[in-house]
């Protein structure tokens, strides 16, 4: 299914954006970027293809170039285009590509996805720090740019900026992501849900309408999968909360409705397709049994259509006007991927098969997999969308490969040494983005040790001023009711002005949560003439 999509791409629709399976050429859709091609590379990989991944990485870097006159969804390119280049970069190595000295802190991937994301900061200049939808990526935003966002296209940074930041030593990209969460955050109503489309210069809601599907979703996803990537209490407290209301006011017998967002009152009982990726997400806070109640409610629908409709209607068991459609979506193959890891369950095998079956048989044409427009008599779109070859194949593929290298338990990884101190990756444990693009979570430990042991060499230099001054007050007989200072002077690390300065920047030591393996913690290393030893020896 991947290489007949695929090569479709490559000879009739690059360096196109995306495939028009139908009449056999191509289309810019996001962008104007070979949108179909960053989408594809890290399944290249997956799948087993190294020479065509390092084939890709060299047409990218030679093709591709953000400097264009082009109006591009600030989501879109985000998950797609900065997501899909960092996951690349990560899986290089793996990939048999020679990566440069220092990677994974430094690379050409890295560098494209730095470009892209730049490109998207002036979306974030806003009063509320709340992005706007659309940048143009040569001139900004554009004048008289509609300030009107979706949630999901506010909330859905954090995986991939700080990622971004964490390699590259930049704290903009996680910085920007992060405000947006909480202005999010801030914005619930007094019963705890957000609405569907917001304001984002005065932070007013437009579309009240609360739910888990289009518009909302990934800004969910992005606080859980955001809290594990970087072992964040706040971020999962945040989920946390929200899921209380949403299973308050929005669950119905393993259903969720759309509600208004201040009364909780039902507005639409209607099941988006978008909102399949919900079981999935359960799985990775371990709400297994809920998980397995709703997924199987959705698995319903899939065997009355043969794929999921954009939207259904609950109370009348049909598809809702103009909705029928189903563009190769992947998100309940993505929940039936999640839960077989967790349970193994050959139900989950069974949803697998089916849809296999379903798309070969409605969807493939001669040049590739076209959209359905219609699941009630097949009739097909001429469109083939970016992520039915980043996601829908890929999970499929994931579903029935226990042994590929993204299910590692930690049994095998590899170690590199980086200019920061030895670094481990490949040991599992990947985040996939909302475009499915799997981060390595262990990456952002590579290049940002240095910084951390700076802190712990600080400390370090404190105590041992503190007990020289101690010392010497001691042989004064003097005693001194006032708390430590350190040694000041003009230009010194420790001066009043620049101590302050430094105390507050320090990141707040954290509790490791229960969520995924802890980092290594600092050790005891020799210092000698001003130089840290960053071996055991």
């Known amino acids: ?164 930041s964490s390699l590259t030593g930049d704290p903009v990209f996680e910085d920007v992501a992060r405000v947006a969460l909480m202005r999010l955050w801030e ?43 970087l072992q964040d209490k706040k971020l999962m407290a945040m989920f946390l909360e929200y899921n209380k209301a949403i299973r308050n006011y929005t669950r119905f017998d393993d259903w969720y409705l759309w509600v208004q967002m201040y009364k909780g009152t039902v507005s639409m009982p209607v099941f988006q397709s978008l909102e399949a990726y919900w079981p999935g997400l359960q799985s990775l806070i371990g709400d297994i049994d809920n998980a397995m109640r709703t997924f199987l409610n959705y698995y319903t629908v899939w065997k009355q259509f043969g794929g999921l409709p954009e939207f259904y209607n609950i109370p009348q068991g049909y598809t809702v006007e103009k909705r029928e459609g189903y563009p190769l979506r992947p998100e309940l193959i993505e929940s039936a991927m999640y839960l077989y890891r967790a349970t193994g369950d050959p139900t989950l095998l069974e949803l697998g098969r089916d849809a296999v079956e379903s798309i070969e048989k409605i969807s493939k044409v001669e040049c590739g997999f076209a959209t359905i427009k219609d699941l009630r008599d097949h009739k097909l779109d001429n469109r083939m969308e970016s992520f039915f070859l980043a996601e829908t194949v890929k999970y499929l593929y994931l579903l029935f490969d226990p042994t590929n290298f993204i299910h590692n338990n930690g049994s095998t990884f590899d170690t590199v040494i980086t200019p920061y101190g030895e670094c481990i990756l490949g040991a599992g444990g990947y985040i996939f983005n909302t475009e499915a693009h799997p981060i390595d979570p262990a990456a952002l430990h590579c290049c940002r040790r240095l910084k951390e042991e700076q802190w712990e060499v600080e400390d370090l230099m404190r105590e041992f001023y503190s007990l020289k001054r101690n010392r010497s007050r001691f042989r004064k007989k003097t005693v001194s009711s006032g708390p430590w200072e350190p040694p000041a002077g003009p230009g010194t690390l420790f001066s009043p002005e620049n101590y302050d300065q430094v105390r507050e920047k320090k990141p707040a030591k954290q509790k490791i949560p ?24």
């Open 1 to 164: 299914m991947f290489y007949h999509a695929y090569d479709s791409y490559l000879e009739n629709a690059f360096p196109f954006d995306e495939l028009r399976p139908l009449t056999c050429d191509g289309h810019d859709t996001w962008g104007s970027f070979s949108l179909t091609l960053i989408d594809a590379l890290d399944t290249l990989l997956i799948l087993g293809n190294v020479s065509e991944f390092q084939r890709v990485v060299e047409v990218l870097q030679d093709n591709v170039d953000f400097d264009i006159d082009v109006n591009a969804s600030v989501f879109e390119t985000n998950i797609r285009v900065v997501g899909g280049l960092l996951s690349a970069h990560l899986l290089s190595k793996k990939a048999g590509v020679e990566v440069e000295a220092g990677w994974p802190c430094s690379g050409p991937l890295l560098r494209m996805a730095e470009e892209a994301a730049r490109k998207l900061l002036p979306a974030f200049q806003t009063p509320t720090g709340m992005p706007y939808g659309t940048v143009n990526l040569l001139h900004g935003v554009n004048l008289g740019e509609t300030p009107v966002t979706c949630t999901a296209g506010i909330g859905t940074f954090i995986v991939e900026f700080a990622t971004l």
């Open 187 to 229: 914005s619930r109503s007094d019963i705890g849900l957000v609405g569907n489309h917001i304001d984002v210069l005065t932070g007013k809601w437009v579309a009240q309408d609360a739910g888990i599907g289009a518009g909302v979703d990934s800004y969910f996803e992005y606080l859980v999968k955001g809290a594990i990537l």
């Open 514 to 537: 229960l969520l995924s393996c802890p980092s290594q913690p600092f050790t005891s290393k020799l210092a000698l003439l001003g130089q840290v030893f960053l071996d055991s020896s």
